[in-house]
């Protein structure tokens, strides 16, 4: 599992191998079934994972008891309730496998002392809550600036594959609709 990781890392960044020893010795492969709850809200991330395979969402649940799906993920990248990861608070947010998934986690406490090793992989960490934000600051900006129909016909372009492995309420949920709304949308695509 650890290889999908290691291209990822080597994608921008130049590890020496003793690094890439570290980054397989510290990451932990784990494999969860679907709609298994990894990470729960009112408790502390204990992991950031990375996505070898399979689909995650973040979601919590409103005051009328609907879930909520703010963010969902595919493989490749890093997932987990990041601002909460970070600075050590209880999160409001529950990680969920949306498929079967095949991931590698890393405590922070681990994750810190690989980044207080290393300057390429501190870089690495850098670069990736760079992504991270840049992408939350554009999801909000669709959010408020697009319609649904473009903010699906965007999630098509961007994340086909989406549209196959993940039921159609969490992406309406994350598109900010009703289910009813985007099969409303969807059939007006087909037609």
Known sequence: ????????????????????????????PVSFSKNTVIEEVGKIPNYIYYIVSGYLRLFYVDENGNEVT???????????????????????????????????????????????ES?????????????????????????????AEQRYLKLLKDYPEIIQHVPVQYIASFLGMKPESLSRIRRKIIN
Request: charge should be negative; aromatic fraction near 12%; glycine fraction near 2%.
């Open 70 to 116: 703010t963010h969902i993920n595919c493989p490749p990248g890093f997932f987990t309730s990041y601002s909460h990861f970070i600075s050590g608070t209880v999160s409001d947010h529950n990680v969920e496998c949306i498929t079967a998934c095949e991931l590698l986690r890393i405590t922070k406490a681990n994750l810190d002392y690989l980044v207080n």
């Open 119 to 147: 300057q390429t992989m501190k870089d690495f960490s850098i670069s990736v809550f760079q992504h991270s934000i840049a992408y939350n600051e554009n999801r909000s900006r669709e959010l408020s600036a697009l319609n």
């Open 1 to 28: 599992m650890h290889d999908k990781l290691l291209q990822y890392l080597r994608s921008n960044h130049d590890f020496s191998q003793k690094e890439i020893e570290r980054v397989q010795q510290y990451f932990e």
